[in-house]
């Protein structure tokens, strides 16, 4: 596996690729690596000649308040994980690299970044979308990997490659869960024992509405309604959000369909968690 640290490094090894006539596929992280970005790292290879993954904690896309100083950050282990699984080449520049000092352009999302995570967080989407647009300019790769557990990211990285015709294809690869359902997140570092297991109710309810779009419930409002006695278990886990939504947009719906998307966000200590289903596939899609 190459290493790369700067701008030029990163365009130098990727018109490299191109030239010996290479697909290239991109795996954009924060690090902090666990299976549910190594699955990315498949879906990359199972894609594309050489697979590049950038490891870079993104300032821009963290408010004042949050946990930007204390996000979890082991390159070492990044590395060795990245190498095992079969990346070509890991891209860790620093914070001077990607934003040097006048840098001030932001790619700037439009009506679906408004609600939940957007709402919930002022300006993430930006941040992740001019970091984003940036590893695509540089790599510019055929095929870029993200996790369908972030799907609204997901779903703005797919507007924002339709509404620029960036000439690449954007794969969402399902959420990896540990046994007891809880979606990886590298945020569950933060979690002690307790809060740990107080967590499990986002997958349970999930996993709720999952059974009751089976036994035949299309309103959003019934949904909801079977979602609810999981949440209430857990009066110490503070819901933000629970969104049932068309994928496109995640506009929210009032009657569900096969491919409507139940998301949530809430609070367990003070570490903010987020998971969701696509309805037909429940906690295994
Ligand atoms: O999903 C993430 O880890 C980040 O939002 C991303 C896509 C790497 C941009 O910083």
Known sequence: MIELQTISDLRRWASG???AGRRVALVPTMGYLHEGHLRLVD????RADSTVMSVFVNPLQFGPAEDLARYPRDLARDRVLAEDRGVTALFAPSEQVM???????????GATAERWEGAARPGHFAGVLTVVAKLFHLAEPDVACFGRKDIQQATLV???V??????????????VREPDGLALSSRNAYLNPDERRRALVLSRALG???EAYRAGRRRAGAL?????PQLALEPAVTVEYVAIAEPRALTPVDVVEADTVVALAAR??????IDNIILDQGLGG
Do not use: K, N
């Open 268 to 273: 367990v200590g003070s570490t903010r968690l």
């Open 208 to 210: 709720a509405a999952h």
């Open 158 to 160: 797919r507007q924002m």
């Open 224 to 228: 909801l309604d079977a979602m609810r």
């Open 162 to 175: 339709r509404d620029l015709d960036w000439p690449l294809e954007i794969v969402v690869v399902p959420t």
């Open 43 to 46: 879906a990359a290879r199972g």
């Open 17 to 19: 690729e191109r030239a």
């Open 99 to 109: 934003y040097p000092a006048g840098s001030e352009i932001r790619v700037l999302p």
